[in-house]
T-cell receptor, first 111, second 116 residues
């Protein structure tokens, strides 16, 4: 089955700097890769996603890149703000299978 | 409704007691998913439903866990004879469809189960 590895597990950045979180997946059939943000005590919320026919997607300060050959995808947050502090989860979906999550990255943005 | 609803918000049970959690998916969504999130933040998939039918139950510890989605009723997740390691936040999510083209899963606020 699918296995998703996520790094780093914790990340601290200065406000205004960029943050990058990386994930790898094992199942070459995976075709959809969402990123969720979970604030303390709250539900996970989708912040951006990418499908396998696209290499990059951007939404304001957030971007995701996908390298299908290497089976890895990354989340990039530019100009970080204190409200970006949260746990971020990557996930992979291979069709008719459960969404498989990475173990999460705790991002702290220091003002 | 426009959001996935889960009840109760918190549930405390003594070891060995039964726990029952409820989930109302977004109206019009035909898929429901249950996840367990333990203190280390990891999400563990438990079970999914397509309408009232079990779609995938590969994550369910079948000895003590059971789940249902009946027509015109909230979906439920039941744990018989709870154990300390069942302490976690249980999230329900719903989506419009699965299979082939993936649709976003919308998460409920979760139920925090504490087993003492």
């Amino acid at each position: 089955g699918e296995n998703v590895e996520q790094h780093p597990s914790t990340l601290s950045v200065q406000e205004g700097d960029s943050a990058v979180i990386k994930c790898t997946y094992s199942d070459s059939a995976s075709n959809y890769f969402p990123w969720y943000k979970q604030e303390l005590g709250k539900r996970p919320q989708l912040i951006i996603d990418i499908r396998s026919n696209v290499g990059e997607k951007k939404d304001q300060r957030i971007a995701v890149t996908l390298n299908k050959t290497a089976k890895h995808f990354s989340l990039h947050i530019t100009e970080t703000q204190p409200e970006d502090s949260a746990v971020y989860f990557c996930a992979a979906y291979a069709g008719n299978t459960p969404l498989v999550f990475g173990k999460g990255t705790r991002l702290s943005v220091i003002a | 409704g426009e959001e996935v609803a889960q009840t109760p918000k918190h549930l405390v049970r003594g070891e060995g007691q039964k726990a029952k959690l409820y989930c109302a998916p977004i109206k019009g969504h035909s898929y429901v998913f249950w996840y367990q999130q333990v203190l280390k933040n990891e999400f563990k998939f438990l079970i999914s439903f397509q309408n009232e039918n079990v779609f995938d139950e590969t994550g369910m510890p079948k000895e003590r866990f059971s789940a249902k989605c009946l027509p015109n009723s909230p979906c439920s997740l039941e744990i018989q004879a709870t154990k300390l390691e069942d302490s976690a936040v249980y999230f329900c999510a719903s989506s419009q469809s699965q299979g082939g083209v993936y649709n976003e899963q919308f998460f409920g606020p979760g139920t925090r189960l504490t087993v003492l």
